[in-house]
């Protein structure tokens, strides 16, 4: 499972870069300390994917500490980036990384 799970991350990370969404630039210290789920106050959604969703999942497998179960990230990206013509591109390895942590 965890050889999928990083499949699906680099599968994410690869939609975003195909589609000018990967930044160069780290966000502020502050931006990134944001409390707000999805940092939706200081980061937008593909930021918040890239400098702290995908990291973070990282350091947990790394870690082999155990991962988040249910969680659903799809509909907040469906309602963030629906007028983006890339969210198919980053719904598919998101819906399929969220189907396999179920449960």
Not at 83 to 96: F, I, R, T, V
Request: hydrophobic residues 45%; contains cysteine.
């Amino acid at each position: 499972m965890k050889t999928q799970i990083r499949q699906h991350l680099n599968a994410l990370q690869i939609a975003m870069r195909l589609h000018h969404q990967w930044e160069e630039v780290v966000p502020s210290a502050e931006a990134l300390a944001s409390t707000d789920p999805f940092c939706v106050n200081t980061l937008s959604a593909t930021q918040w994917l890239q400098w702290i969703f995908i990291p973070r999942m990282n350091a947990l497998l790394d870690a082999n500490a155990e991962l988040p179960r249910n969680f659903a990230i799809t509909p907040y990206l469906e309602e963030a980036l629906k007028d983006e013509s890339y969210l198919m591109a980053l719904h598919q390895p998101l819906s399929k990384l969220e189907k396999l942590l179920k449960g």
